[in-house]
């Protein structure tokens, strides 16, 4: 899959002290200077700004287009074709078993899936086993069925999506609802 040129791109990882922030620029002769620029910002700061990456996002495009930006203003997304964002602070929280009180809601009958996992464990034979308590405090379960459905799964076999009198165009991941039941298209 070919970028667009024409377009902004950022990574962005922000963590609990730092973030920081890599942006590629237009490459099509429409910036002055199309190297990419990398950014370190405080994660919080605000005296200067409510939140990091869209203050590092904000800078870029100002330094790189001439084009004032300003921190209370919406910015405008047209010029950027992605944003991919990590943070390491919410893994941090759970590999501290810190952080605020949540509730894990889950499809009816997958209360203890997290609990039960894939039983891994430092050492398969040990008698007694020792687990660490769940991160959540309740479970909600919800009665949310989803069903992917393959197209044309098998030779011979009918088209599942056809037979249920979903739109022929229906592109992988496009959830339907019909008559109650939800479904979602595979590939």
Not at 42 to 67: C, F, H, M
Request: glycine residues 10%; aromatic residues 6%.
């Amino acid at each position: 899959m070919s970028s667009d040129t024409s377009k902004f791109r950022f990574c962005i990882d922000r963590g609990g002290t730092f973030t920081d922030v890599y942006a590629e620029v237009p490459t099509d002769g429409s910036v002055n200077d199309p190297k990419p620029r990398v950014l370190k910002l405080l994660s919080e700061d605000p005296s200067n700004y409510a939140d990091a990456p869209r203050e590092g996002i904000r800078r870029v495009l100002e330094e790189v287009t001439g084009i004032p930006h300003f921190r209370d203003q919406p910015l405008d997304a047209s010029r950027i074709e992605w944003i991919r964002m990590g943070t390491t602070v919410a893994t941090n929280a759970l590999l501290e078993r810190e952080g605020s009180r949540f509730v894990l809601v889950v499809t009816q009958g997958f209360r203890d899936a997290l609990e039960i996992g894939n039983q891994a464990r430092p050492n398969i034979f040990d008698i007694k086993v020792r687990k660490l308590s769940t991160l959540y405090e309740h479970v909600l379960e919800c009665k949310e069925r989803v069903r992917v459905l393959q197209r044309g799964g098998c030779v011979g076999a009918s088209d599942e999506a056809m037979a249920l009198g979903l739109p022929l165009g229906a592109l992988q991941g496009h959830c339907i609802s019909i008559g109650g039941r939800n479904f979602v298209m595979g590939a």
